[in-house]
């Protein structure tokens, strides 16, 4: 059996996997990281994606193996030890973007290696067109676009707080 | 998904070595073969995973040619300065395919070796006149493509990289499905070192050449030369998104978007 040696979170793991096993497999399976979650197995939905040296990627769409050597982060390694949490989850708790929950995780990772790529910062389009890769069933993106509009303001050191949600 | 052994090789010819096994199966990007192994439409005895390959990797110009390896990921060809210089409509096709999430893993070798009929890139290799180099040889485009999932690439051969000539113009544009964000039907439209090239994706099994076009758009470069021209529907797809006459007339809409793109 192959086994994989990797960061999680800024843990190193040595995990014996098989060839075949997700990279999703091992997160949930093998390190019992619950957070990402397996939505369609089709790489479509993005529930299951977490950065991979700083990328996001679909951890169902991804072998195990192939994540030899390198720098995983899931929902779980977001916040700081304290539990102060990312920006990013902060906005999302502020402008309750979030219905079910089943594709926050997913949503959360999939906005914050979009910030990233923005540092010019994104409109409202700009935003839904870069989720495109993460699907909300119970159709609740007007508040996540909201959230990261929210967030990319803290992230990019253009505000030090969050902007408060209207009520 | 069945179970495969696994192989990670650090030169091409280890790869080559590997893939003698006719059950071996190339590993680039990934975000084609594995979703059909979970489907379970193939059973590989192995996977040779071609991402620690330095000679797969590199985008860089070669006096009127981009070069561009075949382990490139899309995302870091729509990013590449090289790229945006060289040809801008293939940084925007390679920004503008799959999610982000497949941009970052999936490459442009992958893609081209796979030749889904709805893929972007043989329509821009195609397009341009590209030359694919393979371990073996060099293939002009124009003999790469034979349909529906299916190249000239022989058991045991593997694209390496694949050269660009530099055109003067280049465009594309594509009706995307909106649910799958598949091409529904795209045009690619190139002028320069390899004439005018108009070529259509998506519509038909594969990529091909549409010559009345091609010969319009040789003594009048505008949208209006190709606004006139009707596509036969014989030979497009036909399924529950679209009719073969459907996307016969997306391909003259996006044959004129496709020469507005390119200026």
Known sequence: ?167 | MYDFAFHKPSTLAEAVGLLADPDARPLSGGQTILPALKHRLDRPSALVDLSGIAELRGIRREGDRLVIGAMSRHAEISRDPTVQAAIPALARMAGNLGDTQVRNRGTMGGSLANNDPAADYPAAALGLGATLVTNRRRIPADEFFLGMFTTALEPGELLTGIEYPIPDKAGYAKMRNPASRYVMTGVFVSRGPAGVRVVVNGAGPGVFRQAEMEAALTGNWSPEAVAGIRQSPDALNSDIHGSAEYRAHLVTVMAKRAVVDAG
């Open chain 1, 1 to 167: 059996m192959p086994s994989v040696n990797l960061t999680v979170n800024g843990q190193p793991h040595s995990v014996e996997v098989e060839g075949r096993t997700l990279l999703v497999e091992l997160l949930r399976e093998k390190l019992s990281l619950t957070g990402t979650h397996v939505g369609c197995d089709t790489s479509q939905c993005g529930a299951c994606v977490v950065h991979v040296d700083g990328e996001s990627v679909k951890s169902c769409t991804m072998l195990a193996v192939q994540a030899e050597g390198t720098s995983v982060t899931t929902i779980e390694g977001l916040a700081a030890p304290d539990g102060t949490l990312h920006p990013m989850q902060e906005a999302f708790r502020e402008y309750h973007a979030l219905q079910c929950g089943f594709c926050t995780p997913g949503m959360v990772m999939s906005a914050i290696d979009l910030v990233k790529k923005h540092p010019e910062g994104m409109d409202e389009h700009e935003i839904r067109e870069g989720l495109e890769g993460n699907l909300c069933r119970c159709t609740g993106y007007h508040n996540i676009v909201k959230a990261i509009a929210a967030a990319q303001e803290v992230m990019h050191g253009r505000r030090t707080a969050l902007a408060p949600a209207e009520v």
